[in-house]
């Protein structure tokens, strides 16, 4: 019977074969309307447009996007290396004007076109047009990656074919970026080729455990599973999350660990979250790819303007590290091509419209003046042929509350005369108060209480909690700025607040906390938070009164307090000093203010919850290991908790 149905079928294909192979007269062709091969017409642009594919020193080669303003000679070359498709990042909008198709993510428009530079932008390996193998943020050539090519060495030979085959460069080619594009513009000071005469790190990368994008102090950053599965789950970003719920808390509650989200999702196929899962302490792993402890160590001999974002939701650390690392580290002659500017954003808002963040108003539009005023002449001094002077000075930063910029010789200096902060304790005192004297004499009951519910944890905004997103409905880019008032009406967070401020508080560098705090589970997270109230009505703006406007704030995952390498169970009900710094700032606590710290346990879903019960792994945290915990802040004498604030001035 088998053989019989394999006879007919052979027969049925015979029958076939002439209408498959050869024309039938009695349906003759329509011609085509689609030429064989279209040639896009020119006429009138400004620009042109070339795809290359570069060739890099082991044979793998990277899509490439040059666009050349029309009749351009001698000009530099700006640079942005990306993992988010070049073609997309060139081609924002269709038009013959090379600066409209500009527009958007990663392009200081004006920067760019009215400097005449000649603007590139590529694929790195493995994502979009270009060959080879993706692994985020490659590290670099070493125990990490035993290859011979990493980022640095691909920058490299990029410079070298670009100064080679473009004529109608000057040979002097400058390196930008935001975020990935940030970390990828660092790399290139790795043995940096001779042509590379500046780079702009913008809101970069840096140490993704640390304080960037992953953990921050041990606490996973459980909203970014969406962006690992989407970044790595496919060359071009085809594989898109499907959210389950319109509340994000909703979602990532019924999940339970985030390691049980992310084998729902099927990200054990995903290379990268394995390496997140595997590493969940600050072991070499992370260490030896930090970019600040990478740079550290070489000679900074390329001009380096590193841009940070005060409000930046997303890689508050990474900037700031690096500036601290070269710095110290680097000899005073390198020191000289170090240039800082720090400035009232979110995540790359300094490209964007920057007159105001949410509900916080600038008085100017922060993000033109960075780029007309700071970044146009440090790129044109490097950059083009006759070098025109720039009168920067190495730090340019702006000073939130009084709505100035300063100019300053280094970071933090405090003023531009250059008097430097002053480390002063601000302690947290009975009955919600904040104040700057130490507590006097020993208390009976010296400490306030909370219980923490891991099945009921703290919000990181108001809900409903939207996923990250930037348009539409999206506010991401300004949770860091949202009204923290309905957080200090919790049960579950405590709130500590100075009386109304007769003088300003100037604020200038990286808050301190030593919490002393006890737990009666085995572990547990402390998230503490430094914020300006204003006065009950705002004239002006009526929307601001009684605003509470977090100017700094970060978690800290309580199994790391003896170490960040090895987690350790934390001892009940017995109380412990935390101590770790808050993101920068430069902000002035305006008269007729007031100062307040909060203090929580949980920042869901914006970090994953702590079980408060030690696991060696909480990615692998069974429902049963979570449990309520009460949890005790100390504030007596000799058990006194306190963020030591860099103070600039103050008079109480």
């Known amino acids: ?107 200081a428009t004006e920067t760019i076109v009215e400097g005449g530079y000649i603007r590139v932008v590529q694929d790195i390996r493995g994502k979009y047009g270009s060959e080879g193998d993706y692994v985020m943020n490659r590290p670099m050539h070493g125990p990490l990656n035993p290859t011979p090519v990493d980022e640095s060495t691909d920058t490299y030979d990029t410079i070298d074919w670009l100064v080679k085959n473009v004529p109608e460069s000057n040979g002097k080619v400058g390196v930008l970026g935001i975020s990935y594009d940030g970390f990828l513009s660092l790399t290139p000071l790795v043995h940096p080729h001779p042509a590379l005469k500046c780079v702009v790190p913008m809101n970069p990368m840096v140490d993704g455990w640390r304080g960037d994008d992953w953990f921050h102090n041990g606490a996973f950053r459980e909203l970014n599973i969406p962006y690992i599965y989407e970044q790595t789950a496919s060359r071009t970003n085809e594989y898109h999350w499907q959210s389950s719920s319109f509340d994000d808390y909703d979602m990532y509650l019924r999940a339970g660990s985030a390691g049980e989200l992310a084998k729902e999702r099927g990200m054990d196929q995903i290379g990268f979250w394995k390496k997140v899962a595997e590493h969940p302490a600050y072991d070499s792993f992370w260490s030896d790819q930090a970019m600040d402890r990478v740079l550290a160590k070489e000679p900074l001999t390329v001009p380096t303007m590193l841009v940070a974002s005060l409000w930046d939701q997303e890689d508050i650390y990474g900037a700031m590290a690096v500036y601290r690392a070269l710095e110290k580290d680097q000899a005073e002659s390198a020191k000289k091509n170090l240039y800082l500017v720090l400035g009232p954003w979110h995540h790359g808002q300094e490209i964007e419209d920057a007159s105001s963040l949410g509900a916080i108003r600038f008085g100017s539009d922060t993000g033109y ?27 340019m930063a702006f000073v939130t509350g009084e709505n100035r910029w300063e100019k300053l010789e280094s970071w933090p200096s405090g003023c531009e005369q250059g008097c430097k902060p002053k480390e002063t304790p601000l302690y947290l005192e009975a009955d919600g108060k904040l104040g700057f004297a130490a507590p006097a004499v020993e208390a009976s009951a010296g400490f306030d209480e909370y219980v923490s519910d891991p099945a009921k944890p703290v919000p990181f905004r108001v809900r409903p909690d939207l996923p990250v997103g930037y348009t539409g409905i999206y506010t991401w880019p300004r949770w860091l700025v949202d009204d923290q008032r309905e957080f200090s009406g919790r049960t579950d967070v405590l709130s500590y607040s100075t009386d109304v401020l007769k003088e300003p508080v100037e604020v200038s560098g990286e808050p301190t906390v030593h919490l002393v705090a006890s737990t009666s589970g085995t572990d547990s997270d402390w998230v503490v938070k430094l914020i300006d109230v204003y006065p009950d009505e705002v004239a002006g703006q009526q929307e601001m009164g009684g605003y509470q406007l977090a100017v700094s704030m970060d978690i800290f995952r309580g199994r790391y307090r ?37 203090v929580q346990s949980s920042w869901f879903p914006l970090y994953d919850r702590n079980p408060q019960t030690f696991v060696p792994n909480i990615f692998f945290a069974k429902s049963g290991d979570y449990q309520k915990a009460t949890q005790r802040v100390y504030h007596a004498a000799g058990e006194a908790s306190f963020i030591d604030l860099p103070l600039v001035s103050v008079k109480q």
Not at 9 to 29: E, G, H, I, K, R
Not at 65 to 70: A, M, N, Q, R, S
Request: with cysteine; charged share 15%; hydrophobic share 40%.
């Open 562 to 598: 003896e170490g960040l390498s090895e987690p350790k169970a934390i001892e009940p009900n017995k109380p412990l000093t935390y101590q770790f710094a808050l993101p920068t700032t430069n902000h002035v606590f305006l008269p007729g203010h007031r100062i307040m710290v909060q």
């Open 369 to 395: 003046y960075f780029r007309m005023q700071i970044l146009a002449p440090f790129l044109a001094h490097y950059l083009k042929d006759d070098a025109p002077a720039m009168h920067l000075p190495p730090v």
């Open 1 to 107: 019977m088998r053989k019989n149905a394999c006879l007919f079928a052979a027969a049925m294909s015979l029958c076939l074969c002439p209408l498959l192979t050869a024309q039938n007269p009695q349906y003759p062709d329509y011609p085509s309307e689609t030429p064989a091969r279209f040639v896009p017409p020119t006429a009138g642009m400004d620009y042109e447009s070339r795809d290359v594919m570069i060739p890099m020193r082991d044979g793998v080669k990277l899509h490439t996007v040059i666009l050349v303003p029309k009749g351009a000679k001698h000009a530099g070359i700006l640079l942005t290396r990306t993992p988010y498709d070049a073609t997309a990042l060139t081609s924002n909008t269709q038009s013959v004007h090379m600066g409209v198709r500009l527009w958007g993510y990663d392009n």
